[in-house]
Nanobody
Framework: QVQLVESGGGLVQAGGSLRLSCAAS????????IGWFRQAPGKEREFVAG????????RYADSVEGRFTISRDNAKNTAYLQMNSLKPEDTAIYYC?????????????WGQGTQVSVSS
């Protein structure tokens, strides 16, 4: 089973940018679609973005469409979430997860999360 580790979180001012990374162990990374989720204090976890196994298909939550970009590099076993024009409401813990079939909603593995804080 793939294991995931997120990095790249931090504190940024509104309007700024961050790039999150999701590094996978093992040789099975390319067998999984990848999703990014986030959970803000007192709120339920929500889907942010997803990318298919080879990167040919992507999908986004309405709240981040046009500001966030998901990508992956299978040679490096890493997925990314480029976040631009950040808003205070983007503050949350961000998680990546491995999805066996793109769009299925069935995620087999999760990372530990990375904190993103956006100040106004």
């Amino acid at each position: 089973q793939v294991q995931l580790v997120e990095s790249g979180g931090g504190l940024v001012q509104a309007g700024g940018s961050l790039r999150l990374s999701c590094a996978a162990s093992g040789r099975t990374f390319s067998l999984y679609a990848i999703g990014w989720f986030r959970q803000a204090p007192g709120k339920e976890r929500e889907f942010v973005a997803g990318i298919s196994r080879r990167g040919g298909s992507t999908r986004y939550a309405d709240s981040v469409e046009g500001r966030f970009t998901i990508s992956r590099d299978n040679a490096k076993n890493t997925a990314y979430l480029q976040m631009n024009s950040l808003k205070p409401e983007d503050t949350a813990i961000y998680y990546c997860a491995a999805e066996r079939n793109y769009g299925s909603g069935q995620f087999d593995a999760w990372g530990q999360g990375t904190q993103v804080s956006v100040s106004s």
